[in-house]
């Protein structure tokens, strides 16, 4: 059974900081493509950071230099370091994995941003 379930969600004061993680069962992890989506409300999904298995990691531009993507193939755990939050940062995070089979999605955790 794959399971991805993300941790580390929270309501966090602008400047803040959060790392969010997403351990994985049941897939290739080390194989596997991983990525975190956001959602805000009323808002189309956006594909904040991913980590490929030859190794690039990419940003959505407005994440650039605050997070940072990072994974454990020996935890099968992928995780987000969050910095410098900002309340357009408030949005549920999701956890993405695609292995040579099909693509896994996480449950999501909720991050607010506020003061």
């Known amino acids: 059974q794959v399971q991805l379930v993300e941790s580390g969600g929270g309501l966090v004061q602008p400047g803040g900081s959060l790392r969010l993680s997403c351990a994985a069962s049941g897939i290739m992890f080390g194989l596997s493509n991983l990525a975190w989506f956001r959602r805000a409300p009323g808002k189309q999904p956006e594909l904040v950071a991913s980590?490929?298995?030859?190794?690039?990691?990419e940003y959505l531009d407005s994440v650039k230099g605050r997070f940072t993507i990072s994974r454990d193939n020996t935890k099968n755990t992928v995780y987000l370091q969050m910095n410098s939050l900002k309340p357009e940062d408030t949005a549920v995070y999701y956890c993405?994995?695609?292995?040579?089979?099909?693509?896994?999605w996480g449950q999501g955790t909720q991050v607010t941003v506020s003061s």
């Open positions: 980590s490929n298995v030859d190794g690039r990691t």
């Open positions: 993405h994995a695609v292995d040579t089979r099909s693509n896994y």
